[in-house]
Structure formats: structure tokens, C-alpha cells
């Protein structure tokens, strides 16, 4: 079985940097906290966490030492309530995320209506929303039928969002708003993902996908090479590869989730290469 894989893999820069940067600060002290899993990716939370990163659902239970901020951002209203209890902020968001946010508020002082595309529930878009009070948060083009009505709109997107979704929702903006600015912050990391995702999807019979199951740009991948003809799976690591996955396969592909690293996905590697072993 001939194995091909997307060209961008392993970690992408923001969660190169927050590992880090994480890694830094828990080599350095012993009171860092982090809010939340601080990536997408069960194998690096438990190394951090067995290194002695701390995790918190929520800046009320952290009263002392450093409060890191992981690549999704956090809320104004944490990052001032950080400040108000003296903690020390460790600051990893990605610059792409602090894009959305410079974006969003841009749009705003011109006088347009916020629309952040995107999970309302995801850590990311809540400190989106967190920079444009007032501002409507959707996730699907049926959504955009429910929206008020008005004349002007600013629109900016989830970093990991779908790119043919956000195009749709674009289209059905335009057909209910006068005048619709839209600025396609999906981070440039995704979109090769994406773009890598939709080529080896058609020349690949099976594809499968390395990630963390709560990672949004993970899933995007599984449905783009779904939906465009490669029977997908979702994997977190080598042991969930099931040789019957592999059974008549010539071709397979292999990708994986921005907060997927390196070393794992040649653990997937070389395990569907033995398992292809057996269908030669
Ligand atoms: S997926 Fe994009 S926005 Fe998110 S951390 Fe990586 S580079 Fe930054």
C-alpha cells in the first residue's frame, strides 16, 4: 500500500509557540496555570501536565503565581481579572488570533455590525466576541436567515473554520445586506491543511486523519476529504488504526491537525505501513 502525505504536518506556528512558551514558563517555576486544555492534543496536555503545568476551568480558581494564555486567546474580561488579582500573564495567544481581534474591532469603529463566523461554544470565537461587544456570532449559512435586519456588516471568521462554509455564508450575507464587508481570517496554516485535503482527497481511496476529537480544524479535514471522495477517519493515535480500514487499499492518505506533533504522526506512519504490509 502506497502511503501519501500532506506536505504540512506537525504542529503549525501559534501552537509551536505556546508549546514553547508553556514549556519555558514550567521550567522556570511551578505555579503556572493555564485555563482549559492548553491544545488540542490529549499527548501533549498529559506531558505538560506531567511536568507540572496546572489547569483551571476558570481564573476564580487561580489565586496566585502565572496565568498562561494558550493559542486560542481568552476574554478581555479574564485578562482584567488576571490584572485585578495580581497574577502574572504568560501571554501565548497566536498572532493570527490577535488578527481576528485587531480586524473585529477595526470594522467596528467604521461603524458595521460585527458578525463573527464560527462555534460560539469555542474558546477562540468567545474571545473574539469578547473584542466586539454586542456583536452576532453564527455558525452555519441556515443562520443567517435568523439574523436581524440592518444595512452594513463586518464580517470575520473562526482562524479554523471551514473556507467553503465561510464562502457560503459570504454569498447568503451579500443577498441579505446592503453592504457586507467580509475579511477571510482564516489562518493561512488552515487553508494549506484545507487546500492539501481537497488534492490528496480525490487521489487517496482511504484518508486518514491524525488530531485531537475536540479540534475544530481536525474535523474540518475529516468532512473536506470526506465529501470529496475518501472514506475519512478520525484518529488520535496509532492503536485506533484498524487494519480492515486498509483491506483492497492501494493508495492511502495521511494528515493531521494543526495541534498534532510531529513525532506522532510518524507513529501513524510507520503503523500503516506495517498494517499496508499485510495487504500487499
Ligand atoms: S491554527 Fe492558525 S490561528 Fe490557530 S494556532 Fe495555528 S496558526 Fe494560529
Not at 37 to 45: F, S, T
Not at 59 to 64: A, L, N
Not at 157 to 179: G, H, M, N, W
Not at 197 to 215: D, I, Q, W
Request: glycine share 8%; proline share 3%; hydrophobic share 40%.
Amino acid at each position: 500500500m502506497e502511503i501519501r502525505k500532506a506536505k504540512t504536518q506537525g504542529f503549525c506556528f501559534g501552537v509551536a509557540i505556546t508549546v514553547k512558551k508553556a514549556e519555558e514558563a514550567i521550567g522556570e517555576r511551578n505555579d503556572v496555570t493555564t485555563l482549559g486544555h492548553v491544545v488540542h492534543n490529549p499527548q501533549i496536555v498529559e506531558s505538560l501536565s506531567s511536568r507540572g503545568l496546572r489547569n483551571a476551568s476558570s481564573v476564580d480558581e487561580v489565586d496566585s503565581g502565572a496565568l498562561f494564555v494558550r493559542a486560542h486567546g481568552l476574554p478581555v474580561s479574564v485578562f482584567q481579572k488576571a490584572e485585578e488579582k495580581g497574577l502574572e500573564v504568560i501571554d501565548a495567544t497566536c498572532p493570527m488570533v490577535t488578527k481576528i481581534h485587531v480586524q473585529a474591532e477595526r470594522l467596528k469603529d467604521e461603524g458595521y455590525k460585527i458578525i463573527v463566523v464560527g462555534d460560539p461554544n469555542h474558546p477562540e470565537v468567545r474571545g473574539t466576541l469578547s473584542h466586539v461587544p454586542g456583536a452576532w456570532c453564527i455558525e452555519t449559512v441556515e443562520d443567517v436567515a435568523k439574523l436581524p435586519r440592518g444595512s452594513r456588516v463586518g464580517v470575520v471568521v473562526q482562524s479554523t473554520y471551514s473556507r467553503d462554509r465561510f464562502t457560503d455564508i459570504v454569498k447568503a450575507l451579500t443577498e441579505k445586506y446592503y453592504e457586507v464587508r467580509a475579511v477571510n481570517t482564516i489562518c493561512t496554516d488552515t487553508n494549506n491543511r484545507q487546500n492539501e485535503a481537497l488534492r490528496l482527497a480525490k487521489e487517496v481511496e482511504v484518508m486518514v486523519v491524525v488530531g485531537g476529537k475536540t479540534s475544530a480544524n481536525t474535523k474540518h479535514l475529516v468532512e473536506l476529504a470526506e465529501t470529496h471522495g475518501a472514506r475519512s477517519y478520525h484518529i488520535e493515535g496509532p492503536d485506533e488504526l484498524r487494519a480492515e480500514w486498509f483491506d483492497g487499499v492501494s493508495i492511502a492518505g495521511l494528515m493531521s491537525g494543526a495541534s498534532t506533533p510531529g513525532w506522532l504522526v510518524d507513529q501513524v506512519t510507520a503503523r500503516m505501513e506495517e498494517l499496508g504490509r499485510r495487504y500487499a
